[in-house]
């Protein structure tokens, strides 16, 4: 990103909104990665948030919010991972905006779910209520379009997810500027290796969140 001359480079993210986002990136080891390589580092933990209502988001009845800091520069880089996850099915590009909403966004999101609690929900009932949640999180992408999405794929979840599963080593980089490229291609390791029925068994294009993504022109 450097070499291309820019002003200002900026490592922004939000973690689970239980969670202290820059204790994460410290855990982890983002803050010193960022800093290393001269960037900003900022969190939208207590960042202000901006209302958007784009007339294709028919599943976020009230709206939603995307972080101010959004609309303050000129291009953005989607650096999503490849992983199952527990409640979303699959975590890639698309899903990787869900850190630019704030936690009551989040809040409602999981509520279509029961809230993501696994007790609140019969697992064919969460299926079954999966489609509107799914669909929920290609129309974040409705908002923003990334200039690039890196999806790290060196190492992988084929089960569980988010936070712990069994992992494969694809020791692969997939890189877009087409986020149903980039996911597609996400699901398609994933298949590779073997991963859970729901994605396994089932065609990409059928995917609820690619489906909606080409729907509304993502």
Avoid: C
């Amino acid at each position: 990103v450097w070499e291309r001359d820019p002003k200002r480079v900026i490592v922004g993210d939000r973690s689970n909104y239980r969670r202290n986002t820059m204790e994460e990136m410290q855990r982890a080891g983002i803050d010193k990665a960022a800093l290393d390589a001269k960037a900003e580092l900022v969190t939208f933990d207590d960042m202000n948030w901006r209302f958007m209502n784009p007339l294709k988001s028919a599943n976020w009845e009230t709206g939603f919010h995307l972080a101010e800091i959004i609309f303050q520069v000129d291009h953005i880089i989607n650096v999503p991972v490849i992983k199952t996850h527990r409640l979303g099915w699959f975590t890639m590009s698309m899903k990787n905006l869900v850190g630019i909403i704030p936690g009551k966004d989040r809040n409602f999101m999981h509520s279509k779910l029961g809230g993501g609690r696994e007790s609140s929900k019969t697992p064919g009932q969460q299926a079954a209520d999966y489609p509107a949640f799914a669909k929920m999180i290609a129309e974040i992408g409705l908002t923003v379009t990334p200039a690039l999405n890196i999806m790290d794929g060196t190492k992988a979840f084929v089960s569980e997810g988010p936070s712990r599963g069994d992992i494969v080593e694809p020791k692969l980089i997939v890189a877009s500027r087409d986020r149903i490229a980039t996911d597609v291609t996400g699901l398609g390791i994933l298949k590779h290796y073997g991963t859970e029925d729901r994605i396994q068994k089932v065609s990409v294009w059928k995917q609820p969140i690619i489906a909606r993504g080409i729907e509304i022109g993502l």
